[in-house]
DNA sequence: CTGAAAGCGCTTACAG
DNA sequence: CTGAAAGCGCTTACAG
C-alpha cells in the first residue's frame, strides 16, 4: 500500500467518498479531478489529499456514460496472430491512440455468426467506431448502428449489402502484376493457387490473374487454378493437382502468406520447381534462395488509413461512403525470375 | 433500415422508449431482455416487438456500471506488430473469449510511462483484470487497483516491487540450453547478442548463457558479449564487434526474434559464417539454407495460462502471487551444428 | 405476473 | 467560488 493510503480491499472510493473526505461538494471534486477553473487553490488542495489518501481513481465508464461518447473503438479480424493482421493492428492501435481513444480487439475466426456477435458486442459497449475485416457476406445487422451514429470503416475486404467506407488492398491489380511478371520470364502454364472463392480478396486475385493471363492471349485450364482451404492438407493436396497432372504449372502464383508458407514447405517434395510468386509478404522472404518474390501489401497502412477515416467520420466527415484503394508493390527476389 | 424500423438518426432507442412503446414498466422490458422469467408470453411479444420497431439494443456498459463487473480484460505489450506478441495476444483473446470476456489490447512500445498510462486507462474503465508485458521495472503504482480488486497478471517479464502473478518462459534455462548445444559441437568461442540489460528476459537469458559456458569450463571475455538496443544498426555494429576483432567467436547465441532477424541478414556480409542459435523460433527458419536452430518460446501458451491464471483469479482464487514457468525446447535445425 | 423507486458513479444545467 | 438536484441507461430490492 502506499503511505498514507486507506484503502479498503475490494470496495473502490468514488466521488462521494472524496467529497466526504474533504468536506466539499460533489461538484467541487469533480471540477478538480476534470482540471476545471473556478477552485481556490486550498479547497483543490484538500481535495487532492483526499484523493490521495483514498486512491481515487474517477471511474471512466460512469463518466462516459454521462458523455456520451466513450471514446473507445473496436477492431475485428481474422486472427490477432497472422502477421499480416497483427501488422494491420498495429496501424489501427497507433491512429486510436493519437486520438485518445482504447482499442477492443477481437477476432472471428472467418466465421460470420462470430463476426457478428462480436461487432454486436461491441457496439453494446457503446464503442465510437468499428475497424472491421470482414468475414461475412452480409452486414445488414449493422444498419441499426450505423444509424444510431457507430462509425463503421471494412478494412481488407469491403462492405457488403451496406454502404460503409471501406480500405482495400488492389488484390487485382496486384495479381495481375505478379501474374504479368511470370509472363514476362517466358511462362505460358502459370498456375494460382487461392484462397476460398468466396473471400473477397481471394475472388479480386483471382480475377487479376485471369485478366493477366487473357492480355496475354493465354489460355487458363481449369487444372490451372485451385481455390479451396488454407489449411496446410488442403494446401498441399492442390499444390500436388497443380503440378502432378499431365501438363503440370511451371510458374505459381499463390494467394496470401499462408498459402505460400506451405507451397514453400511442400517445395522440395516435388519432382521439379515452379517459379513462384507469394501474394503478401512474409519475414524472411530475402533470405531464402532464392528470395522469394512477391506482391507486398502494406498492412500498416490498411490499419492507419482504416482508423483515420473512422475518426474523421467521427469528426463529423458525413459524405457519402468512401472508397480507399491502396497500391500492392511487386517485389522480384529470385523465386519468380526462373 | 431494415423493413419496420423507425429509429431515427445519432438517436439511440432505450428501455424507456421500449417501455413506453410496449406499454409496460421499464422492468418488464429489463425483464425480457435478459430472459428473466415471470413474464406472460403475450407481454413479451408486445415488449419484442417494440424492440425491434424501435432497433433497441441494450447498453451493457450502463449495465455493467450497475452490476459491478465490466467483462473486459486489458491486454497491454510491447508491440501488437511483433510476431512473437501476436500469437501471445491471440492466446489471451482466445481464453477471455470464452470466458465471455471483451478485450482492450494497447502497446506500450517499450516505455514505461506509455505502460504505466496505457494500465491506469484500463482500470479506469474498470475492466476486470490486466494481463501486462511490463515495459517498467517499477509497478506499485498498480497497487491501489490490485487492492481494490483488479486482477493482474504479469507475462514475458515479472513484476518489479510488487507482489503479483507472472507467467515467464524459462529464459535462463533456454539459453543454458543453446549454449551448451554449441559447446557439445565443440565450440569454444561462443558469442551473445541480447537486448537491453535492463530487459528482464535479457538479463536472464545474459545468466543462463554464462552458466553454460561456466560449466564448460569456458572463459566469457568481454568481447564475446554485447547487449544493447535491437535496431538493425545497432545489432549490425554488435555483430561487427564480436565477429571483427582478433578472436572472433565461431558461434553465437542471439537473444531474440529482432536480434536474430538483423544477424541473419548481416550473415552474408560477414568474412566467415558463425554457428547460429536463435531464441525463439521464427516462421520460416525450417526453410532457410542452412535451417536455422532455435530455442523455441511457446507464445500462445504463455498468453493462455496468464489469461487462465487470470480468470481463476477473477472466480476467487486468493491465494498468493503464483509464478509460472514455461519450458522452452531446442529446434536443431542445421545452423548450430557445424 | 408487473412495475415504481432507488442506486451504480459520474456530468450537466442551474442556482446561490 | 461552491454545491444540490436531475439525469445518463441500466439493475436491484421491494411491494403489490
Redesign the pocket.
Known amino acids: 500500500m502506499l503511505p498514507g493510503m486507506t484503502t479498503q480491499y475490494g470496495i ?1 472510493p ?3 467518498d472524496v ?1 466526504a473526505r474533504a ?6 471534486v ?2 478538480v ?2 482540471d476545471e ?4 487553490p ?3 488542495e484538500r481535495v487532492r489529499s483526499a484523493i490521495t489518501e483514498l486512491g ?4 471512466d465508464s ?2 462516459m ?4 461518447r466513450t471514446a473507445s473503438v473496436g477492431l475485428l479480424l481474422e486472427d490477432l496472430g497472422d502477421p499480416f493482421y497483427s501488422v494491420l493492428s498495429r496501424g489501427v492501435e497507433e491512429v486510436a491512440r493519437s486520438n485518445g481513444s482504447l482499442l477492443f480487439t477481437g477476432a472471428s475466426a472467418e466465421d460470420p455468426q462470430r463476426e457478428r456477435e462480436l461487432a454486436l458486442a461491441f457496439c453494446a459497449r457503446r464503442v465510437d467506431g468499428l475497424v472491421v475485416v470482414p468475414a461475412g457476406d452480409d452486414h445488414r445487422y449493422l444498419l441499426p448502428e450505423l444509424a444510431a451514429g457507430t462509425a463503421v470503416v471494412f478494412v481488407d475486404r469491403p462492405a457488403e449489402r451496406i454502404g460503409a467506407d471501406s480500405v482495400l488492398s488492389d488484390n487485382a491489380g496486384g495479381a495481375r502484376e505478379g501474374t504479368g511478371h511470370l509472363v514476362r520470364q517466358g511462362h505460358r502454364r502459370i498456375g494460382f493457387l487461392g484462397d476460398l472463392p468466396q473471400i473477397h480478396t481471394a475472388a479480386e486475385r483471382l480475377r487479376g490473374f485471369r485478366e493477366a493471363m487473357a492480355a496475354a492471349g493465354l489460355p487458363v485450364a481449369p487444372g490451372q487454378v485451385s481455390m479451396g482451404p488454407t489449411d496446410p492438407a488442403s494446401v498441399a493436396a492442390a499444390l500436388d493437382r497443380l503440378t502432378g497432372g499431365p501438363r503440370p504449372v511451371t510458374a505459381l502464383l499463390t494467394g496470401n502468406n499462408r498459402i505460400t508458407l506451405e507451397v514453400l514447405r511442400r517445395l522440395p517434395a516435388l519432382p521439379y520447381r515452379p517459379a513462384l510468386v507469394g501474394f503478401d509478404d512474409l519475414e524472411l522472404a530475402e533470405l531464402l534462395v532464392p528470395g522469394l518474390t512477391v506482391v507486398a501489401q502494406d498492412p500498416a497502412g490498411l490499419g492507419r488509413t482504416a482508423a483515420e477515416l473512422l475518426f474523421r467520420r467521427l469528426d463529423g466527415d458525413a459524405g457519402p461512403p468512401r472508397s480507399v484503394r491502396l497500391p500492392t508493390r511487386l517485389i522480384p527476389r529470385g523465386s519468380g525470375e526462373t
Chains 1, 2 share one sequence.
Open positions: 473502490r468514488t466521488m462521494k467529497a468536506r466539499v461538494g460533489l461538484k467541487t469533480s471540477r479531478v476534470n477553473p473556478g477552485v481556490t486550498e479547497t483543490a481515487f481513481r474517477r471511474n460512469a463518466r456514460l454521462r458523455k456520451g
